[in-house]
């Protein structure tokens, strides 16, 4: 059975980077700061396979990757071909983008989105190693990523913008793998509430003295963004709650975190090239930023048209995965029955499984450590999310 509080966050972490991306709302990045909590679920799941299926875990993780990458970009490269790019050998990168592949002049906009499988697809071959010194060193290998951080942004070491995001996002990667081994819900509530309120204070005032050229932005300052990320993430993985009930008495609501979770890949990757598509319309249409109306009419544009494409090619993810391809995934799914069993058998039998995760529930086929009850809590310029 899945953790459905993953689930959720995920969820909830890919529809506010849509909403982030039409509206440009600043402080929906510090509300809930998407793309770290992002890189700590895939942290933590990393480390599950890590631990279930040793270095074979990164080939698994590559195949089920790559193919959603490779739909776009056989729509788009070609496009780009006819409209101006280069035919060089760096478009190769487009099949296995450890650099940013390249793109022409309306092709860099739409597709800017590519650096977060960039950098997933650099942390994912670096983890072995990661997981290998995490197991000896778990704290010094946890921190490793925001001293190197601190120590670009004081000036100490003077470094290219690839190793931000690497002491950025791989720090929350390595948050995930605390989680996953359980350090995160072990500490107690005297250390894990000071540490965030401290992490959450120091994010802040760095950001309040550096602003960027969107403001309070986090997605233009990358040591508060780390600082404050963490903090929330040691929140909300630290104090998961162990199961959640309410959801699965909502049919509506679980359905939609189940296809956002299976279809995450093609959601993420086709959002950014519909909201460039619509965004002449503010000059058409005169729906400005500051207009509620036109900006509720965009997102819900933007969704409807990731909508149409995820049932279109959403499939793949499933191929990927090597599970059977489903139009809308997460439908009702029945056991054949024994010809021999009677019908009062049948009738005596669940049609399914309750959804509420007990202790020990699994994400795919690792086990997620028990989580305590939870407490009441609360990028690369238009890219990032």
Excluded: C
């Amino acid at each position: 059975m899945r953790n459905r509080y993953l689930d959720l966050l995920r969820f909830l972490a890919i529809v506010r980077v849509i909403v982030y991306h039409v509206t440009g709302w600043a402080t929906l990045t510090l509300v809930f700061p998407a793309m770290s909590v992002m890189f700590a679920l895939a942290g933590s799941l990393m480390a599950a396979s890590l631990t279930r299926s040793g270095p074979a875990a990164v080939g698994r993780r590559l195949r089920r990757l790559l193919p959603s990458l490779w739909v776009l970009a056989a729509v788009f490269v070609p496009a780009m071909l006819l409209t101006g790019l280069p035919l060089t050998p760096r478009v190769l990168l487009w099949l296995f983008p450890i650099a940013d592949p390249p793109a022409n002049h309306w092709g860099a906009l739409a597709l800017s989105i590519i650096w977060y499988l960039r950098d997933y697809l650099w942390f994912v071959l670096a983890s072995p190693v990661a997981f290998w010194l995490f197991r000896r060193a778990p704290l010094l290998t946890v921190l490793a990523p925001y001293l190197l951080l601190v120590a670009i942004e004081v000036g100490i070491y003077p470094a290219p913008p690839v190793l931000r995001e690497f002491g950025l996002y791989f720090g929350a990667w390595m948050l995930g793998f605390a989680h996953h081994a359980g350090m995160l819900r072990r500490l107690s509530g005297r250390v894990l509430y000071p540490l965030a309120l401290a992490l959450a204070v120091g994010g802040g005032a760095w950001l309040v003295g550096h602003p960027g050229p969107r403001g309070y932005d986090l997605n233009d300052n990358h040591l508060g963004n780390a600082l404050w990320s963490a903090a929330f993430i040691l929140i909300v993985l630290g104090r998961a709650p162990s199961g959640l009930a309410w959801l699965g008495r909502s049919r509506l609501a679980d359905r939609a975190v189940t296809v956002v979770n299976r279809r995450a890949l093609t959601v993420y990757l086709w959002h950014m090239p519909f909201v460039v598509a619509l965004t002449p319309l503010v000059d058409v249409v005169g729906w400005s930023h500051q207009d509620p109306v036109g900006l509720a009419i965009r997102v819900l544009l933007v969704f409807a048209l990731v909508g149409l494409v995820t049932l279109a090619v959403g499939w793949v993810e499933d191929v990927a995965a090597r599970r059977r391809p489903e139009l809308i995934p997460g439908g009702p799914v029945r056991s054949p029955e024994p010809a021999n069993r009677s019908d009062t058998e049948r009738r005596g039998r669940p049609d399914k499984e309750p959804l509420g995760e007990p202790a020990g529930a699994t994400v795919g086929r690792a086990v997620v450590p028990a989580q305590r009850a939870p407490a009441v809590v609360a990028s690369s310029e238009v890219s990032a999310g």
